[in-house]
């Protein structure tokens, strides 16, 4: 039984189909590990976000801190003037 051009057509379009099968399938499983790296990215992300906030956040504190301290100081020294 000779093979005729359209059997090697029906059978070069079986392969394709499975062909394109095991791409959709690959790119599940490459979407999936993509969500996973993503999700690990902005996981890293948020740690080098506090690791530089944390000292910057103390160091407003501190800058509040002084400025309320020297404030008060100024304003016990007018009222130290006003009196003498």
Request: no cysteine; charged share 25%; glycine share 4%.
């Amino acid at each position: 039984m000779p093979l005729t051009t359209n059997d090697v057509l029906v059978f070069l379009e079986i392969i394709a189909l499975l062909l394109l099968v095991v791409v959709l399938f690959h790119l599940v499983f490459v979407a999936l590990d993509l969500r996973k790296i993503v999700k690990r990215v902005n996981t890293v992300t948020a740690q080098l976000e506090q690791v530089i906030l944390k000292p910057i956040n103390m160091a407003d504190a501190t800058v509040e801190w002084v400025a309320a301290f020297l404030e008060g100081y100024s304003r016990k020294e007018k009222k130290g003037k006003k009196r003498g």
